[in-house]
């Protein structure tokens, strides 16, 4: 499974916003997991792989600093949601305000996952690292 392209979407009510099919279809099932990214998007994860990596994060020690920050960040922010028929969702307030999600988004693959972005910090990000 390996996500790729970039896809515009608008919000189609309070915080719902429908999965490019492309995406949809590589998901196992109609529940998928996101979460915090970093650069301030969201990250989107087929839940088995989710949990897959999940027990790689919890394999590391509480005293390593670091990881046990990952872990709350990641973890803290953490949601399971499902796709309607319609191939829509509902994404958690605390997450719209932590990716400035307000009527568009761009979801783009990015592999192993895929991000959901504002339209404007996805593109400063991009001339961020192209230059």
């Keep these: 499974?390996?996500?790729y392209g970039e896809y515009q979407v608008a919000f189609t009510g309070a915080?719902?916003?429908v999965l490019p099919k492309k995406i949809?279809?590589?998901?196992?099932?109609n529940t998928f997991i996101i979460t915090k990214g970093f650069d301030q998007c969201l990250a989107g994860y087929d839940r088995q792989d989710w949990e897959n990596r999940a027990q790689s994060l919890l394999a590391v020690s509480l005293l390593e600093k670091e990881q046990m920050e990952k872990r709350r960040f990641l973890f803290s922010s953490t949601v399971y949601l499902e796709i309607d028929d319609q191939g829509r969702f509902v994404?958690?307030?605390h997450l719209l305000n932590y990716a400035k999600l307000a009527s568009q988004a761009l979801v783009c693959g990015v592999g192993d996952h895929?991000?959901?972005w504002e339209p404007k910090v996805w593109q400063e990000y991009i001339k961020s690292t192209s230059s």
Aim: proline residues 6%; glycine residues 12%; positive net charge.
């Design 24 to 29: 949809r279809e590589l998901l196992k099932g």
């Design 91 to 93: 994404l958690p307030k």
């Design 1 to 3: 499974m390996v996500f």
């Design 114 to 116: 895929f991000e959901i």
């Design 15 to 17: 915080g719902r916003i």
